[in-house]
């Protein structure tokens, strides 16, 4: 059998989903798409359930895109349904009306940097550090994140980020406004419960109401932002086949 590759976590009101690939650094293949774009639909869809964490297992938050996968999609020889993962992960988050807290220890690389810019409160572990290196890699940015972390950090910083594939570290991200605390790491999961707790302890009326919101506030960017994104990578992929001097 194949191994899961996400963990639940359920304590009250509050369901914790853990990107459960240590030996790939939780890195993001069609399964761990496919796997959390439908934990999230769950949670969404259970009125038991008012607040989602999610966290990486093994002191890494995820590095991002699995690379062999990303090399099969370029050559057509990834799985089959594999080209959808990353959407229905995308419009999993989109569609989510609950609150969505993240909890960061380690690296968080392309996707999981950009995930987090979605998220309504993020905490980073002190040994936390977050990059995205679509630049130096020759693709266009993802997730929405060419609208995304301008608005959360400014335009400048965003392109310093974007551009030059820069490490951000833990007190960095909080000072850009990109998560709300550093944590020690020994201490991140208890403190993000607590607060998870917090939060949950609230009518999930109350909460839908905030959380869907603020996310309809930015939706027809961020959609806007994809298309134009997934518009790029498009035409990116199709240089790659087409042959030299067409």
Known sequence: MTAPVLRTVDEGAVRTLVLDRPAARNAFDVALYTALAGALDEARAEDAVHVVVLTGAGGVFSAGQDLEEMVALATGTAPEGAEHGFRSLLAAVEAFDKPLLAAVDGAGVGIGFTLLAHCDLVWVSD????????????????????????????????????????????????????????????DLAATVAAEA??????????????AGLLRAGEADAVGAARAREEAAFAELLAGFSRPEGA
């Open 197 to 210: 707790a917090r939060i949950a302890a609230h009518p999930l009326a109350g909460l839908r109401a905030v």
């Open 127 to 186: 040994r936390a550090r977050l990059r995205v290196p679509f630049a130096e890699m020759g693709v266009p940015p993802e997730a929405a994140s060419s609208v995304l972390l301008p608005t959360r950090m400014g335009r400048q910083q965003a392109a310093r980020v974007l551009l030059t594939g820069d490490w951000v570290g833990a007190e960095e991200a909080v000072a850009l406004g990109l998560a709300v605390a550093v944590v020690p790491a020994d």
